[in-house]
Nanobody, 125 residues
Framework: QVQLVESGGGLVQAGGSLRLSCAASGRTFSRYAMGWFRQAPGKDREFVATLAWSGGNTYYSDSVKGRFTISRDTAKNTVYLQMNSLKPEDTAGYYC??????????????????WGQGTQVTVSS
C-alpha cells in the first residue's frame, strides 16, 4: 500500500522560508513523478512542482519558479519542497502526489494516483 506522508508546514512571515517533506513508501518509484500541488480556500488544487524520480528532472509552475526548489533523497524515498521568498498568496494546503511520469501530463491532477493528507502553509503579510 502506497503511503505519502507530508510534514513541515506552518506559519511564516512574508519573505521567509519553509521546507516541506514527503516520505513515500509502499512501492518502487523509479518510473514515477513525485510532485507538489496546493489548494487555497475556495480555489482549485493547482500544480506547484514535480520531479521525475528517475533522472531527477524538475518542473515548476510559473508562479513559484525561482523561489521554490523540489529535490529528492533516493535513500530515504523522500521528496522535499524548499520554499523561499514566500508571499501571502502562497498560503494554501500543500499536497504531495505520486504518479507515473508523462511529460505531457505532469501538471494535471489526474496524472497522479497517490496523494498525501496535506500540510498547511500560512504566510502572513
Amino acid at each position: 500500500q502506497v503511503q505519502l506522508v507530508e510534514s513541515g508546514g506552518g506559519l511564516v512571515q512574508a519573505g521567509g522560508s519553509l521546507r516541506l517533506s514527503c516520505a513515500a513508501s509502499g512501492r518502487t518509484f523509479s518510473r514515477y513523478a513525485m510532485g507538489w500541488f496546493r489548494q487555497a480556500p475556495g480555489k482549485d488544487r493547482e500544480f506547484v512542482a514535480t520531479l521525475a524520480w528517475s533522472g531527477g528532472n524538475t518542473y515548476y509552475s510559473d508562479s513559484v519558479k525561482g523561489r521554490f526548489t523540489i529535490s529528492r533523497d533516493t535513500a530515504k524515498n523522500t521528496v522535499y519542497l524548499q520554499m523561499n521568498s514566500l508571499k501571502p498568496e502562497d498560503t494554501a494546503g500543500y499536497y504531495c502526489a505520486a504518479g507515473l511520469f508523462y511529460y505531457n501530463s505532469y501538471r494535471t491532477l489526474s496524472a497522479y494516483d497517490y496523494w498525501g493528507q496535506g500540510t498547511q502553509v500560512t504566510v502572513s503579510s
